[in-house]
């Protein structure tokens, strides 16, 4: 089955820092993967798509890697604030076809600390 | 431009009862898509309308959920004889045609079970 695994532990890291969350995921490699960003009592909201054939995608302080060899996707946000404390979940597309069916991980809670 | 809406917010009601989510997705959005998160767990896949139809209705968890979506805009959820089970965020996402990589998530309604 096509799966997406996230750290379930809080990530807890200090104003300034790069902060990396991890995305594995099983089977064959999705067409793209999503990162989305979920503060409590709300809905995600899209940060950035990266595609099979990227290697690596940038938006701001965002970074986003793709390695289909170890089946990994890394979400890197540099200089970190306090207001980048949240979820982060990470999806995959359901199989081969664009339906746009997601397939999300649990999410990381990230804690950005003044 | 106004985003993907979702009514209720919030929803508590008692076992065995009918309840009906209603989701407003972004004007001119194509594909509508419904989704449950329970707490710490990341959203799962309930269904996706391509216009009017349900395109993908897999997740649905058994036949006491039904989604409708009769003018290819507004859908709702519809949930009969509810569970304490079924307590959990409900959430809608739209995208515009050809384009389902980019789903854009509604608020959510909280729905209870007492």
């Known amino acids: 089955s096509q799966k997406i695994e996230q750290n379930s532990e809080a990530l807890n890291i200090q104003e300034g820092k790069t902060a990396t969350l991890t995305c594995n995921y099983t089977n064959y490699s999705p067409a793209y993967l999503q990162w989305y960003r979920q503060d409590p009592g709300r809905g995600p909201v899209f940060l950035l798509l990266?595609?099979?054939?990227?290697k690596e995608k940038r938006k701001e302080r965002l970074k986003v890697t793709f390695d289909t060899t170890l089946k990994q996707s890394l979400f890197h946000i540099t200089a970190s604030q306090p207001a980048d404390s949240a979820t982060y979940l990470c999806?995959?597309?359901?199989?081969?076809?664009?339906?746009?069916?997601?397939?999300f991980g649990q999410g990381t809670t990230l804690q950005v600390k003044p | 431009g106004a985003g993907v809406s979702q009514t209720p917010s919030n929803k508590v009601t008692e076992k065995g009862k009918y309840v009906e989510l209603r989701c407003d997705p972004i004007?001119?959005?194509?594909?509508l898509y419904w989704y449950r998160q329970s707490l710490g767990q990341g959203p799962e896949f309930l269904i996706y309308?391509?216009?009017?139809?349900?395109?993908?209705d897999s997740g649905l968890p058994n036949d006491r959920f039904f989604a409708v979506r009769p003018e290819g805009s507004v859908s709702t959820l519809k949930i009969q004889r509810t569970e304490r089970g079924d307590s959990a965020m409900y959430l809608c996402?739209?995208?515009?045609?050809?384009?389902?990589?980019?789903?854009?998530f509604g608020p959510g309604t909280r729905l209870t079970v007492l």
């Open positions: 309308f391509q216009g009017t139809g349900a395109a993908d």
């Open positions: 999806a995959r597309i359901h199989g081969s076809s664009n339906t746009g069916k997601l397939i």
């Open positions: 996402a739209s995208s515009p045609r050809g384009e389902a990589d980019t789903q854009y």
């Open positions: 004007s001119g959005h194509t594909a």
């Open positions: 990266i595609r099979e054939n990227e």
